[in-house]
């Protein structure tokens, strides 16, 4: 059951009522309504039903979507009308934000939108390639077999994603321990080397642990300071990667930084050729399908490269010459598209330039992670030295001094 707000006039006094009912769809609500005696005039889904602190609990996962698309499919390829199939797969569906969109999508099918307008209402969960695919199905009659390509599409991103995902996990943790440990040497043991030398007359502390000491008193001392300042750094950073000059600046990034730049570039590669194979097999246009590729990408150096494509292609310009020499694109894929271009082909080349770039980008995540190791053994091995000189640089002073003596 879904909660609904509604506002309805009552048939007797002609009052205006404002409340909530609860029901499986808008249809629903609206005759339970007037069996009450009241006239409704506004039935929306209460937005904490798929928003704020529930949604926080119950996104909707890629993982859910998949599963959305290929039932969907299955129930209309076996002859079930739409309504009926939504209704099934909402049944199903163990997502309560997922299950709440399904049946505003039902209610919306019911009251005579098709199914990709029921669907562009929910642009958070499904994005213009959805939509696109979904009119497109809606137009050619084959529904079903445009909601097959996309749970196709939604499986093969999220494991591209999660291959990334998972590569980059390993040196963050690594790096997040190092730095707990760095912390505690330098903030619990630090002081009492610095609390030794105190009680010798004439004892000098290295330069080395005097730095140490100086980082360690700060942060003992001035801690709300730290914290403070770390918290508003990740809240204006945080805000910044939001604004278009930080997205630019952090996309760039990705696409240039070494070992990730190229791991980032063969992925966007192969988001492009993936997702244009899927728009085409369709029936969707080409210029319609640069434009949607574009913002599927998520680059907004790539989106910036499409749309100058996309003007020369509306100039008559074929797509492999409108990107030859673009830096945004590696040179396999106009050199593909010039061949499925002359070869009528041109869905099946970006199909096979998909697949090249997605084993590609399995090879790259290995290469990192067996770079990465070692480069992470250095940087322990370094910080490791650091704190173990600044600990016994004192210690070895101070057996000098007595051998000296």
Avoid: C
Wanted: hydrophobic content about 45%; aromatic content about 8%.
């Amino acid at each position: 059951m879904l909660t609904y707000k509604y506002t309805a006039r009552n048939t007797t006094t002609g009052e205006k009522v404002s409340s909530e009912i609860e029901a499986e769809n808008e249809q629903t609500a609206a005759k339970v309504l007037i069996k009450q005696g009241l006239s409704p005039l506004d039935i929306k889904l209460d937005e904490e039903d798929i928003q704020g602190f529930k949604k926080f609990f119950n996104k909707v996962r890629a993982k859910d979507k998949i599963l959305f698309s290929r039932q969907l499919a299955t129930l209309i390829n076996a002859g079930l009308p739409l309504v009926q199939s939504l209704r099934s797969v909402a049944n199903q569906t163990t997502s309560k934000s997922l299950k709440a969109i399904i049946n505003k999508v039902i209610s919306d099918v019911e009251a005579g939108k098709p199914l990709s307008v029921a669907l562009s209402m929910h642009p958070k969960i499904f994005n213009r390639v959805y939509i696109s695919l979904i009119s497109a199905g809606e137009a050619s009659g084959t529904l079903d077999k445009a909601l097959e390509r996309l749970a196709v599409q939604q499986e093969k991103d999220a494991e591209i994603l999660s291959k990334v995902r998972g590569a980059m996990i390993y040196p963050i943790i690594v790096l997040a321990v190092m730095f707990a440990v760095v912390g505690f040497m330098v903030v619990s043991v630090l002081p009492q080397v610095k609390g030794l030398y105190s009680d010798i007359p004439g004892a000098n502390l290295p330069f080395l642990t005097r730095i140490l000491l100086t980082i360690s008193d700060f942060i003992r001392n001035y801690w709300w300071l730290f914290i403070t300042l770390v918290v508003i750094g990740v809240f204006f950073l945080s805000r910044w990667v939001r604004t278009l000059g930080g997205k630019r600046f952090i996309d760039k990034l990705k696409m240039r930084m070494w070992p990730i730049g190229q791991l980032f570039m063969k992925m966007y590669m192969a988001r492009f050729a993936r997702t244009g194979a899927t728009l085409i097999s369709t029936g969707v246009p080409l210029i319609q399908t640069l434009e949607i590729t574009g913002d599927a990408v998520n680059n907004v150096h790539i989106e910036d490269s499409l749309k100058k494509a996309t003007e020369k292609v509306r100039g008559g310009k074929s797509l492999s010459e409108a990107l030859t020499n673009d830096p945004n694109f590696l040179e396999l894929v106009p050199n593909m598209l010039k061949i499925g271009e002359q070869s009528g082909a041109i869905e099946q080349m970006m199909d096979k330039t998909a697949s090249y770039y997605e084993r590609e980008v399995d090879g790259q995540i290995k290469a990192i992670s067996t770079i990465i190791e070692p480069v992470l053994m250095v940087i322990l091995g370094i910080m490791a030295f650091i704190i173990v000189a600044a600990v016994l640089l004192p210690i070895y002073g101070l057996a000098g001094k007595s051998i000296i003596r």
